[in-house]
C-alpha cells in the first residue's frame, strides 16, 4: 500500500491546483496505521497524524491563491513543498508500521 501511494504522490504533486485531492489519500493512508495499533501490533512505533497540519497547508493555498501578486506564486511553490514533506513522512511512518506489524 505504501509503495502504490509512494508512486502515486510523485505522479500527483507538481501542480498545485490539484492538492486539495490530497487530503482525503492522506487520511486514507493515516487509516491503516491506526487499525495495525489498535490491534496491539507495533505499539511501541511511532506514527503521527498530520492531517491538521496538511489540511493548514491546503487551506493556505487557497488563501494565497486568491491574491494575485507575483510574491503568491513564490509562496504556493513553498507551501506545496510542505504539504509533499508531510506526505511524504506520513507514507514512511505507515510503511514503518506495517514492517513492524
Known amino acids: 500500500m505504501a509503495r502504490g501511494g509512494l508512486a502515486e504522490l510523485a505522479a500527483f504533486l507538481p501542480n498545485p491546483a490539484d492538492l ?6 492522506d487520511a486514507a493512508h493515516t487509516r ?15 506514527f503521527r497524524d498530520r492531517g ?3 489540511g493548514r497547508r491546503l487551506k493556505q493555498i487557497s488563501r494565497t491563491l486568491r491574491r494575485r501578486t507575483g510574491q503568491a506564486l513564490a509562496e504556493i511553490d513553498r507551501l506545496t513543498g510542505e504539504v ?18
Open 52 to 54: 491538521r497540519s496538511a
Open 20 to 25: 486539495p485531492g490530497t487530503a482525503p489519500n
Open 84 to 101: 509533499a514533506a508531510i506526505a511524504t513522512a506520513t507514507l514512511r511512518d505507515v510503511a514503518t508500521v506495517e514492517h513492524n506489524a
Open 32 to 46: 491503516t496505521p491506526q487499525r495495525i495499533k489498535a490491534t496491539g501490533a507495533a505499539r511501541r512505533t511511532r
